[in-house]
């Protein structure tokens, strides 16, 4: 944080800043969109089995983050060149834009590790998520009978 404020000053911060809201606002809508979609194909797949909605929820969860990482990627990549660039220019000079290219392999660095972790913490959440709601549920129905 030193080193940025020394090179670029407090707005040096916000480096990146319109490729983060990028990949955020489309990582986001593609996460949800894929975890809402894959959980009710699964289950309506699945039949009535309690348990097929479990694994819904596990399958479901861990796809959503493969999905959104897989398709985000190249965006997160150009952000973090932005940003390391930042710092080889000094203050008041413009930091030229990398370009966003999509199927370059130089972009996909990492991404392997990304969905990876991001498959088992998104499997965990969600079915933590949906567990707890579970419960909630069943909370509000003990008090109103």
């Not at 932005?82 to 392999?105: D, H, M, T, W």
């Not at 949906?130 to 419960?135: A, D, G, P």
Request: proline share 3%; charged share 20%; net charge positive.
């Amino acid at each position: 944080m030193r080193n940025i404020m020394k090179h670029r000053g407090p707005w040096g911060l916000y480096t990146g800043f319109r490729l983060h809201l990028l990949r955020d606002t489309l990582g986001t809508s593609i996460y949800f969109m894929v975890y809402e979609s894959s959980k009710q194909l699964i289950t309506t797949f699945g039949g009535n089995d309690p348990n097929t909605n479990r694994v819904a929820v596990v399958a479901a969860g861990g796809l959503c983050g493969l999905v959104s990482w897989a398709m985000i990627y190249p965006i997160d990549s150009a952000k973090s060149i932005y940003q390391r660039n930042a710092l080889l220019y000094s203050k008041g000079e413009k930091v030229p834009a990398p370009r966003i290219e999509f199927f370059k392999g130089h972009m996909y660095r990492g991404l392997g590790v990304s969905m990876s972790r991001s498959c088992v913490v998104n499997a965990i959440f969600f079915s933590s998520f949906e567990f707890i709601k579970k419960h909630i549920k069943t909370m509000d129905n003990d008090i109103a009978s």
